[in-house]
């Protein structure tokens, strides 16, 4: 029985509240009652009593602050038998007054809780959406070694734009997309949950990354206007920007096309070099209608212990409050001979140390070490 009352009262307590909080309003009732009996007859402090259920809805949940209202009560009528007797109006209105505010305190915190579990049911069905839509990446695909960070630009929010995804070929590679679609809200998730779509059907099937490249346009330019009608083909333009790789296993190179998107940086030692493409195409959506032949691919050295960094603008664009953009060229050269799981940590709170905790954009980022050949 006394195992079944201690489920019970611990369930009361919402999540990250603290249980040992409760010594406030017992200390609170405690001191005003023994005050209050002690005190001369025209001192009252019973009045004080309502601040215990009041506090007590700060940190618990509706049956720790229903205890909390009915200690008080049985304070104050402890009060007034010691002082005046319970025949007295004072006492009577002060009883009353204490039982009416302990409801409405109880009330809030069902409220409240109902709330908050609502709020759970969605979180959970959203924590479920992002890991359909933006599945972890192998942490081990033939010689690299891979990982992924994604950090939403409201805390509460589990989805937004930035997107990437690994595939691997049987051609012995690997093929890895980093994008952000434009804008925000319910349209970006739609449009990312596209991209991943096309990449996820087409990366292993398709011969060349030009070809990919070509299928995730068309798609893409597909899907956002089929049911736009002729005088809205030219409004709210739907694109992303993004990086198509392909990391042989057996060829110490990578194999890039950028369709807009901030460059990739390669970490070897000390020094950091931006794979910076001859040419920087047009962000998917807007740049298949010219074929193959538009998508220039770029081929760059990426030998054993070398580390390749993806990210969206989101990194490179976040500002603090002075205004100053993350350095994030100064800052990754730091954690060049870091595993990838522990740069992306070390770059998570460093980014959310200079934004302090704020975002203005989502932002992402994959880090890649080649271990062996």
Same mark, same amino acid.
């Given at each position: 029985?006394?195992?079944?009352?201690?489920?019970?009262?611990?369930?009361?307590?919402?999540?990250?509240?603290?249980?040992?909080?409760?010594?406030? @309003?017992?200390?609170?009732?405690?001191?005003?009652?023994?005050?209050?009996?002690?005190?001369?007859?025209?001192?009252?402090?019973? @009045?004080?009593?309502?601040?215990?259920?009041?506090?007590?809805?700060?940190? *618990?949940?509706?049956?720790?602050?229903?205890?909390?209202?009915?200690?008080?009560?049985?304070?104050?009528?402890?009060?007034?038998?010691?002082?005046?007797?319970?025949?007295?109006?004072?006492?009577?209105?002060?009883?009353?007054?204490?039982?009416?505010?302990? *409801?409405?305190?109880?009330?809030?915190?069902?409220?409240?809780?109902?709330?908050?579990?609502?709020?759970?049911?969605?979180?959970?069905?959203?924590?479920?959406?992002?890991?359909?839509?933006?599945?972890?990446?192998?942490?081990?695909?033939?010689?690299?070694?891979?990982?992924?960070?994604?950090?939403?630009?409201?805390?509460?929010?589990?989805?937004?734009?930035?997107?990437?995804?690994?595939?691997?070929?049987?051609?012995?590679?690997?093929?890895?997309?980093?994008?952000?679609?434009?804008?925000?809200?319910?349209?970006?998730?739609?449009?990312?949950?596209?991209?991943?779509?096309?990449?996820?059907?087409?990366?292993?099937?398709?011969?060349?990354?030009?070809?990919?490249?070509?299928?995730?346009?068309?798609?893409?330019?597909?899907?956002?206007?089929?049911?736009?009608?002729?005088?809205?083909?030219?409004?709210?333009?739907?694109?992303?920007?993004?990086?198509?790789?392909?990391?042989?296993?057996?060829?110490?190179?990578?194999?890039?096309?950028?369709?807009? #998107?901030?460059?990739?940086?390669?970490?070897?030692?000390? #020094?950091?070099?931006?794979?910076?493409?001859?040419?920087?195409?047009?962000?998917?959506?807007?740049?298949?209608?010219?074929?193959?032949?538009?998508?220039?691919?770029?081929?760059?050295?990426?030998?054993?212990?070398?580390?390749?960094?993806?990210?969206?603008?989101?990194?490179?664009?976040?500002?603090?409050?002075?205004?100053?953009?993350?350095?994030?060229?100064?800052?990754?050269?730091?954690?060049?001979?870091?595993? @990838?799981?522990?740069?992306?940590?070390?770059?998570?709170?460093?980014?959310?140390? #200079?934004?302090?905790? #704020?975002?203005?954009?989502?932002?992402?980022?994959?880090?890649?070490?080649?271990?062996?050949?």
């Amino acid at each position: 029985m006394a195992l079944r009352v201690w489920r019970v009262f611990r369930r009361s307590w919402q999540p990250g509240h603290a249980p040992a909080l409760v010594v406030i @309003p017992l200390g609170l009732i405690v001191a005003v009652g023994v005050v209050d009996v002690l005190a001369p007859p025209h001192i009252h402090l019973g @009045p004080l009593l309502v601040a215990a259920p009041a506090i007590t809805v700060a940190f *618990a949940g509706a049956r720790v602050t229903a205890l909390m209202g009915a200690l008080a009560v049985a304070a104050q009528v402890l009060i007034g038998v010691l002082r005046e007797g319970l025949s007295s109006g004072n006492t009577q209105a002060q009883i009353t007054a204490l039982v009416v505010v302990s *409801a409405v305190c109880v009330g809030i915190c069902v409220v409240r809780d109902r709330r908050e579990r609502q709020l759970h049911r969605v979180r959970s069905v959203a924590e479920a959406a992002q890991s359909v839509l933006l599945q972890p990446l192998p942490p081990r695909t033939g010689p690299l070694r891979i990982s992924g960070l994604y950090i939403p630009a409201e805390e509460e929010a589990d989805l937004g734009g930035d997107l990437y995804a690994a595939a691997r070929t049987d051609r012995h590679s690997t093929r890895l997309l980093i994008g952000d679609v434009r804008g925000s809200g319910l349209a970006s998730i739609n449009n990312a949950a596209l991209l991943l779509g096309a990449f996820r059907a087409a990366a292993h099937r398709q011969a060349t990354l030009p070809r990919l490249a070509v299928h995730l346009d068309a798609a893409f330019r597909w899907d956002a206007s089929q049911w736009r009608s002729q005088s809205q083909e030219d409004a709210d333009e739907d694109f992303a920007t993004a990086i198509l790789l392909d990391i042989p296993d057996d060829d110490p190179v990578v194999h890039l096309i950028n369709c807009g #998107h901030p460059p990739p940086l390669l970490l070897r030692g000390s #020094h950091v070099t931006p794979l910076t493409a001859e040419a920087s195409h047009l962000p998917i959506g807007l740049g298949g209608a010219f074929g193959m032949a538009a998508y220039d691919v770029q081929t760059f050295p990426f030998k054993a212990g070398d580390l390749l960094l993806l990210y969206t603008d989101g990194v490179i664009e976040a500002r603090n409050t002075g205004g100053l953009f993350y350095p994030f060229n100064e800052r990754a050269p730091v954690w060049a001979k870091d595993d @990838p799981d522990e740069l992306l940590r070390a770059l998570h709170d460093d980014l959310l140390a #200079h934004v302090h905790g #704020h975002l203005d954009d989502d932002a992402a980022a994959v880090a890649i070490r080649r271990v062996s050949l």
